[in-house]
Structures are given as C-alpha cells and as structure tokens.
C-alpha cells in the first residue's frame, strides 16, 4: 500500500480518473451534499508520507481540524507554513518536471453521510472546485483520482465506492507538483482546498450537460437560442421553459434539437443586464439558467456586442482577501463588483484564472463585459530566456489543452463573458496555439485573447500590455509607419486589422498611476482602440500582527520568503481593507460616461455609453461662493441616446463680486440599482464663472539693512533670523524640502523613458534624488536683513558631497497690516534630474493644542498630484491629520491638496492659523500637504507600523509637485507633468485662527 501512495509530483497529466469532458457549472434540483466543513488535518514537510491515512478504519483522531475550504498557510498561526509572494519567480528551483522533495503535503480526512434515497441515483460524483495545487483522493480507501489545475473544476465518479449511511473521504495535496510551473500567476502561493467540495446525485434520465447559446439580432431586435443538451436518449423529451417570453420548447429527441428564434427580447449588455430565468427540463431532473441575449462579433477592426463598439473601462481582478485568501465570499464579491459600478468600472478580466463560479453570476447579474482567462502562467521562465517553458513543449499539451476545456465547459453559459483569454505571460508556442484552436472550433460565438500572441498567428485581438502613449497612439492611427513589437511588417498589418485592447495598463501601485486621461482620449479618437484593463483592482495584503499587536497588512517578505518580489502585490486601486485609493476616484472621473461641455450660457451632454440611454439620470446643479452653496436645483435635459448629444442652458448663476464663484453639474441615478442607491454620483463637471480679481503687487523694499534678526512681525516672532512663534505657539520653518517619500513608481528603475531628460535607464527617480542628497539638504545662512515692517534672510542649501545648491530667499513683511511670506527659490546650475517637490517646510509642535486637522478652499477632496486631477474639483473641505493621508502598505508621498487658495490649521474644532495662498506672477497656485511626520521619517518606514508617534505635525506648502506616472510597470511620467529644476516663488499671508 506505501507504494501505491506514493506521489506523482513530476507528471505533467493533468490528472488521472477526473470526469472529461468537463461540464457547466450548472443550479440542479438533483440532490447535492456540501462536503465544506471541518476536515482532520495533517501537514508534513515532505511529499514522501508513506502510511495508509487513506484506509478506512485509520485513527486520524490525533490530527488537528481545518476548515474546508481554506488555505492550510492561513490557518493555525502560523503552525502549518507561511505563504510565499512572488511575481516573476518561481519559489523553488527552475528544473521542470521536477520540485523539490521539500514539499509541504496536506492531508485531509473527514466522514460523511450518504442517504438511503440516494441509492436510486444512476451515478454519484464528488466535484472538486479549486485545490491548489495537485490532489489526489479517496473514499473509503479506494483510490478514486488525482487532478492538477488549481483554479479548475475536477469532477470524479464515486459510485463504486460509496455506499448507504457513514463514509471516509481523504485527500492529499501537494503544494508543488509539475503544474506549479504553469500556475506562475502574480500572487500568493496559497495550498489547500480552497474551494468548495461536492458530492452530487446523478438520477437517471438527467441533464449532463446544457449550453444555451442565445444571440440578439439588433436590426430586427430579435433573439435567438441554439441549445446543446448533453444527455442519454432515454432522458428525452426535454422541455425548454422561459416564461416571461412565453417560450416553452419540448425536443423530443435528441435530434429535434434545433435553434429557436425568439420575440420581444430586451438585449443583455453591461449596462442593462436584463437576464430572464429559463429552465431546462427533464422528468428526472430540472436546470434553472438566466439567459441574457446578445451577439458577440469583431467586424474589421471593430469589437461588438449586438452591434454596437464596445469601450472596456476594465480591471483586472484576482480573487484575494487579507484573511481568506481565495476562499470564496458571496457576500463580499457581491459588494466587490458592486463598488466597481459605482466607480464606473464595467468589465473584468479574470486575472489570471478563471474565478470562482458564482462570481459569473453576479458579473451577468449586475452587468460586467468580462474576459475569462484559463489558468495558466509560466512567466517564472523569463528569468532563463524561456528555456524549458511548456508552451512550446509537446510533451505539455494535453495539460494545457485540459486547461482551456475544463475553462470554457464550465463557464460557457454566462452571457457577461465576452472573450476567452487563452492565459497570461507564458510566451508563446505550439500548446498556446493548439488551445486557441479548441476554443475556435468550439465556441464560434466568442474571440480568443492572448497578449504573448504578439504576431497575432492564432488570436482574434491585438492586445498588449503597458503600451505607452504615443505607442497606443500609433496603433490607433494605424501606424503603418513601422512595424508594431517583435513584429515583422507582415505580421504588423495583420494585426492591424483587429482591435486593439490594453489587458493591463496603469499600474496602480502605491501613489498612482498618472495619465489615465491620456489613455481615454486616445479611445475616444481611435475607435481600433477598445480601452483596456487597469492593473489591478486590489491590494492583495496578508492581515498580520506587528510586534507590538498593532495589525497590519503583509506583503512579500514579511513571512520570511526564501525568495520574493516584495510589495508589488500591493498594486490595486482598492486597499486590501476594501477603502477606495484616490486613483479608483480618479480612474471613475476620466471614465465617466457622460460628458459635459460648456459653451456660454449652455452645455452640450454627452452620452457615451454603449447602449443605454440617459433616462436612468438626473441632472443637478449647484452654485458655490468661496465653496459655500447658494444655489441649486435640477437641469432639464432630453433623454440622450447612446453616442448622442444635447444641449441645455444654464440656470441663472448669481457671480459674487469678492468670492470665487463655481457651478457644478452632477449626473445621479434616479433610481436605485442593485450596486447604488438613488442619487449616486455617476458623472461630474465644474464651469469656474468667478469674476477676475487682481493679485496684491509685490512691495519692493529698498532700505534693507544688516540685523541680528530678533524680532517681531504681527503674529511672527523671529530670533536669529528664524521663525520661532506664530500667533503665540512654536512654529519653525520654513525649511526648503525637495524631497518626498518616493512613491512606489518613484521607486522603480526606469526600463521605457518617454523623454531623456527626464529618466536614466535602469536606474530609479528615487535612486537619484537621494544621490543628489534631496532627502538630507542642509542650509547656510548667507545674510539677515531687516527694515521698519519687514524681514529678508538669504540661504544656501545644499547636501553633503555635493556642488549643487538652491539659494533661498525669505521675506516677512507686513502687508496693509497683514504678515505675508514671500520665497523665492532658485536652483544653481547642474542639476540633471527631476525634482520630486519644490516647497517649504514649516514643524508645529503640540504643545497644549496640537494641530490635528485642516480646512481649506482648493481643490479636494482627495490628494491630487499634476497628471492625476480628474477626481478633483474646486471646494471647502476638511479632514483630519490622518484622513488626509492613505494608509499604503509601504508608506510613501501622500495627501498632497493642489490650487490652494485658503487654508486654516485646526486643532479639534478651533482653529489655530490662517493661511492664503496667492498665486505666482504666473497665476501658478500653490499646493499642501500636512503630516505628523516628514517626508524623510515615511521613506524610511516600510509598513505604516513602523511610522510609530509624533509629537509634531508638519506643513508644507509646495510651489509645485513631480507627477505621478506608472514606472513600477508601464511608463514613467509624461513629460508634460515631469518637474525639471526651476525657479518658483511662494507667496503666502498669515493670521491667526
């Protein structure tokens, strides 16, 4: 028996004794038990466990319990492993077949009942829906199968050996196994059962199998059904029933089954997912389906649905939870894709497997364009030139070819899936080619994507990832100019002729990305271009416990990992805590889907949408003085079609002669949906209608005079030269800062430089700012000047080991009774990079009122940087010290505020100083950003944790901020929004709260 049991970790099969061909996952009235639970556990560090646990009388009473399903590095505290991240590494040696004897195995043991009426059932079967990453099974020692393919379903024929009343079942799973080297996706390595466990009834005479293939015609709005039944000639007849279309179908045979045409449809699309319940039936079993009806084509180089272009607003989305890992949520996945509609996301690309089943349901439900990718990654080969990689390997076929059925079989009935991804990242080959053309032969109703298909031999879609701008700008214009990547011409015009889709684009990791906007410009002038997926929709952090208790959010490394790829699992808009990054507000303002345009006294709205019309929208309007309201009500506007346009005038707007004067227009459902509540935000625009007023004239001193520094100017007092109180509490400042907590694209080495100026290659922004000693700037005091009302010290700073130096010159002044600041900041020659900030430092100390929170008129509510304002408009806001801030998992820049114009500190409810920003002799306005701790303190931490207690709150008020860019994957900032060393004043007055 020992050897019997002996693991089959090398075989590249996809598995022995596992049902094909594989079938839907389908909602029968035939009986079903749920295995999920509590199982007897067993881990050893080895795949070499040699005793008969599989055996029906074996004792496993001293084994501990684990719930199923789960991941067993989740659970136990640690006692049964830790999980691994990585991205492009594989965590064991690169020598397939092959893993190493070290090889964590699971056991798992649990009893289970099996009712005397079952004894009618023609067969039983145990389905598997996801365990990572080879198992192998038995029930009742008898050894039913073994499959591999993680994020896939495996179903086994049980029905010789169970029996009436009490059975064993016992599975073995082996964290490694050949199919590891395929399984390479961007996440945690997480084993387990991590899905849900099954055991079915099969009557005689039921359904095996249904596929309800439904169109829509739209010229001659019409839909139509094509069914494949998979079942035993006795079973028949088999009756089709959709009763709010009247459609009740009997086939009586199964050679009667022919497509049926049916009228009065309303079309199924993402954004109106009308779905109508259908069964199909048999005496012995019903199937219950929601159908939606629509067409799926690409006409030249046009992708469609039911006739119409279809524009991906798209995120790419791992199934991920800090405390469950990919153990399915209902609940949560309900509320996941219901915050992606009320951020204007309306399509998913299952990155990189298919997800859980019922998933697709709530993506038909609540309406997703999704892309469906087979589970499939080898990306680790890259690291040795794709040397060995399967995809190319004969020997691997089956494996893969097991995959993409066992992908389409079970998800095939879903009208959200729109395209078959073939998988991510694994080169290209023979096997890659032999699954594009399964899928065509089986499904003609769907494309085939896969991005490594870049000559476009055996795909439907030109496709890539993190193409630059000007890069998707020539794909969209055609770009005959030149060959398109690792293309010949040739098979550049090939590609040519399809469309174009952007899998993943945007990295949005840490602080970013900037330039959503330019992308979704380009799409809306080239309609090749289909948009594109971000990369990605979540944080994929690990809930885990700093020394001290306080909890936190792991990444890659902080479980001690062999080897890793640190925080870049960190890299979606939606923190691992569910909290919206202000880039998920940024990404819903650039996509919205209405568009307004302002011209004099009207504005022209836009539908962009792709079917839907406007009669699920209000239109509000509001007027702000200074950010305080003084008007609002409602905007009649005609229902507009999609792709259409109206116009409607502006309500009477009452423009303040003293305050800045701004009328907003909110788009909002009408009514509520499954995903938002009525009077959701769905679209906004802001027209500025303040009346011009002139900006104080700078007062020319001429009568300066050498001082010691020491004294008083209104609410300043100085000593030396320096700040030390404003309105009787300590303050000190300002201090020039150049530096920033490198965000995580900051932080990453340059690989594609959009202008040379701007970036060296293969070294990081990060890198060189803190060569040129931004984050250590020291300063000398070259002179103190004074006159009746004013003050004027000169500095130069400079850093260590360094020639290059910025001179700074700070004038107090009273100013018709008013203190104001005036700096002027100029950079000395030499300087060969970007600068991260330019601002001005001021430290406020707690004393007996610590400064916890602000108030200010500027542009909010969120943090906002120069290639990422969408999201912003003009307004009064308030946040405390901490919500100004975004808590990332490796901390860095944050909560920077653009186009200040006033700002008051606060401590609790009083306010303690008054600030107004007044713009440059170049109307450049000045931004904030206030913290409790410096920028230098947040570089140095690498978890929010580690930031620990402040006694200070920190000002800085920045001439100008560096943009934001997509560096970590994908290109750096534009040079547009890239801050090159300059020459900036900053102009501020202050009085006391």
């Not at 005479?205 to 015609?217: A, K, Q």
């Not at 439900?365 to 040397?387: A, N, Q, Y």
């Not at 499954?674 to 009568?703: F, K, M, N, Y």
């Amino acid at each position: 028996m020992p050897s019997q049991l002996s693991p089959h970790v090398s075989d590249i099969a996809p598995g022995r004794g596992a049902l094909r061909p594989a079938r839907s996952w389908l909602h029968s009235d035939a009986p079903s038990r749920s295995l999920n639970g509590s199982w007897r556990f067993r881990l050893s560090p080895t795949a070499s466990v040699t005793e008969d646990f599989a055996a029906d009388g074996f004792v496993d009473d001293g084994w501990d319990s684990i719930p199923v399903p789960s991941h067993w590095v989740l659970e136990g505290d640690g006692a049964y492993g830790r999980p691994i991240y990585t991205n492009i590494q594989f965590p064991f040696p690169i020598d397939p077949p092959h893993v190493p004897d070290e090889n964590p195995t699971g056991d798992y043991r649990r009893r289970f009942d099996v009712p005397a009426d079952w004894s009618d059932a023609e067969r039983v079967v145990l389905r598997f829906d996801g365990v990572e990453s080879l198992f192998r099974v038995w029930v009742n020692g008898v050894e039913i199968g073994s499959a591999s393919g993680s994020r896939l379903a495996h179903e086994f024929d049980v029905t010789s050996a169970v029996r009436t009343g009490d059975n064993v079942i016992a599975v073995r799973v082996h964290q490694w196994s050949a199919a590891s080297y395929v399984e390479d996706q961007d996440q945690w390595w997480l084993p387990g059962i991590f899905r849900d466990v099954t055991l079915i009834a099969r009557p005689a005479g039921g359904i095996e199998d249904v596929w309800l293939r439904t169109g829509f015609d739209h010229a001659r709005g019409r839909g139509s059904v094509e069914a494949e039944i998979t079942a035993d000639a006795a079973a028949f007849p088999v009756t089709l029933r959709i009763p709010e279309l009247g459609v009740e179908h009997v086939w009586d045979t199964p050679a009667d089954v022919a497509p049926l045409d049916v009228t009065g449809v309303e079309p199924w699309s993402a954004e109106r997912p009308r779905l109508y319940d259908a069964t199909v039936s048999t005496a012995a079993e019903n199937i219950a389906l929601r159908v939606g009806f629509r067409t799926v084509e690409i006409r030249g180089d046009r992708f469609l649905v039911n006739g119409s272009r279809v524009v991906f607003h798209g995120v790419n989305r791992h199934e991920t939870h800090p405390e469950r890992g990919r153990v399915f949520d209902e609940e949560h996945a309900r509320e996941d894709l219901a915050r992606m509609k009320r951020f204007n996301v309306n399509a998913i690309r299952t990155s990189h497997y298919p997800p859980h089943p019922r998933l697709l349901d709530l993506a038909d439900e609540l309406g997703f364009w999704v892309v469906l990718e087979c589970d499939l990654e080898t990306h680790g080969f890259d690291k040795v030139g794709w040397v060995g990689n399967p995809s190319d390997d004969p020997a691997w076929r089956e494996a893969y070819l097991d995959r993409i059925r066992r992908t389409v079989e079970r998800d095939k009935n879903h009208p959200s899936i729109v395209i078959w991804s073939l998988g991510n990242e694994s080169g290209t080959g023979g096997n890659l080619a032999a699954m594009s053309a399964w899928v065509h032969a089986r499904d003609t109703g769907r494309p085939v994507h896969y991005e490594g298909d870049y000559t476009g031999e055996y795909t439907d879609i030109y496709s890539r990832m993190y193409a630059s701008v000007p890069e998707t700008e020539q794909i969209g214009a055609d770009g005959t100019r030149s060959a398109l990547l690792n293309c010949t011409p040739a098979q550049s015009a090939r590609q040519r002729t399809k469309p174009f889709l952007l899998c993943e684009y945007a990295h949005a990791m840490g602080n970013g990305p900037g330039a959503f906007d330019q992308y979704e410009a380009l799409v809306r002038q080239y309609p090749r271009l289909h948009g594109g997926f971000v990369w990605e929709w979540r944080d994929h952090g690990i809930l885990a416990t700093a020394p001290d208790g306080t909890p936190y959010y792991a990444y890659g490394g902080d479980f001690g990992e062999v080897v890793h790829d640190g925080n870049f699992v960190m890299d979606g808009m939606l923190l691992s805590n569910d909290v919206p990054t202000p880039s998920l507000h940024e990404y819903k303002a650039v996509v919205q889907p209405v568009e307004f345009v302002f011209d004099g006294g009207k504005v022209a709205v836009t539908n962009l949408r792709h079917s839907a019309d406007t009669s699920d929208l209000l239109f509000r309007w509001r007027v702000e003085h200074d950010g305080l309201s003084v008007a609002s009500g409602d905007l009649e506007i005609p229902v507009v079609a999609a792709g259409e346009s109206q116009w409607a005038s502006l309500p009477p707007i009452a423009v303040a002669p003293d305050a800045e004067t701004w009328l907003t227009i909110d788009a909002v459902l009408a009514a509520p949906t499954p995903w938002a509540p009525e009077g959701h935000v769905i679209a906004t625009a802001q027209l500025d209608c303040s009346t011009r007023r002139p900006v104080p004239a700078v007062r020319l001193q001429a009568d300066w005079r050498p001082g010691d520094g020491t004294l008083s100017l209104g609410v300043a007092e100085f000593a030396g030269g320096s700040l030390i109180r404003l309105a009787g509490r300590p303050v000190t400042g300002p201090r020039l800062e150049l530096f920033r907590a490198p965000t995580d694209n900051d932080e990453s080495p340059a690989d594609r430089i959009e202008d040379s100026d701007n970036s060296i290659d293969g070294v990081s922004s990060a890198d060189l700012w803190r060569r040129d000693g931004l984050d250590r700037l020291t300063t000398r005091r070259v002179s103190v000047e004074h006159t009746a009302d004013a003050l004027r010290t000169l500095d130069k700073v400079s850093a260590a080991d360094s020639a290059l130096s910025v001179m700074v010159e700070s004038v107090w002044s009273l100013e018709d009774g008013e203190l104001e600041l005036r700096v002027e900041i100029e950079p000395s020659r030499g300087w060969q990079t970007v600068w991260p900030r330019i601002g001005v430092r001021f430290e406020l100390p707690d004393g007996a009122a610590p400064v916890d929170g602000a108030q200010w008129f500027g542009l909010g509510p969120l943090e906002t940087y120069p290639d990422s304002l969408r999201a912003a408009r003009t307004g009064l806001f308030s946040a405390t010290v901490h919500d100004l801030s975004v808590d990332y998992a490796r901390p860095q820049e944050t909560g920077h505020r653009s186009e200040l114009r006033r700002l008051a500190l606060t401590s609790g409810s009083t306010e303690v100083l008054r600030i107004e920003a007044l713009p440059d002799t170049r109307g450049r306005r000045p931004g904030f950003t206030l913290s409790r701790h410096t920028p230098q303190q947040i570089a140095r931490a690498g978890h929010p944790f580690e930031l620990g207690d402040s006694s200070t709150s920190h000002l800085i008020v920045d001439a100008a901020q560096h943009g934001l860019g997509s560096r970590t994957c994908g290109p750096d900032v534009w040079p547009e929004f890239a801050l090159r060393p300059e020459s900036r004043t900053i102009r501020l007055r202050i009085s006391a709260g």
